[in-house]
């Protein structure tokens, strides 16, 4: 499972922990009252060094179909669930929240993102080759 799928996993996993009255759509039959809707806006990955990356997963959590003003309360709570969050037995800390009011047709947005390091398979390192006399580059 990759990385991005398991923050996935964990962010649905702590909106279902913190609101347990607010069910959270990720595909199917849309719910009819309220509801959390959370999906990656972007990646960024960084090479730190040969096979290392520094990952910074954005996600954003849209409140769809509640009151504004529930919206407005629950962005302290919403800081407050997806602050730490677990990841194969590792906490993995947030790096920043904001917060974006909603429109008539679209609800609240919260976004909340997450900085790891990843480590890439190495497949045999390629070494440099020697040219010896009577070679060009082209």
């Known amino acids: 499972m990759s990385a991005q799928q398991q923050l996935r996993d964990n962010i649905t ?12 759509y990720v595909n199917g039959e849309k719910p009819q009252a309220a509801y959390f809707q959370p ?4 990646a960024t990955f960084d090479r730190q060094r040969e096979g290392r990356y520094l990952a910074v ?17 629950m962005a302290d709570e919403l800081r407050e669930a997806l602050a ?5 037995d ?3 800390r947030s790096v920043r929240h ?6 008539a047709e679209r609800g609240p947005l ?9 480590q890439s398979d190495q497949s045999e390192a390629v070494k440099m080759g020697q040219m010896t006399g009577g ?4």
């Open 13 to 24: 996993n702590a909106l279902e922990r913190y609101f347990p009255d607010i069910p959270v």
């Open 39 to 42: 999906a990656m806006i972007s």
């Open 57 to 73: 997963y954005h996600f954003g959590i849209r409140y769809e179909q509640g009151s504004l003003l529930r919206g407005e309360e």
């Open 84 to 88: 730490v969050i677990e990841k194969e």
């Open 90 to 92: 590792v906490s993995v």
């Open 98 to 103: 904001a917060w974006e009011a909603g429109t």
């Open 110 to 118: 919260f976004t909340v993102d997450y900085m790891l390091y990843l």
């Open 135 to 138: 070679e060009q580059l082209k």
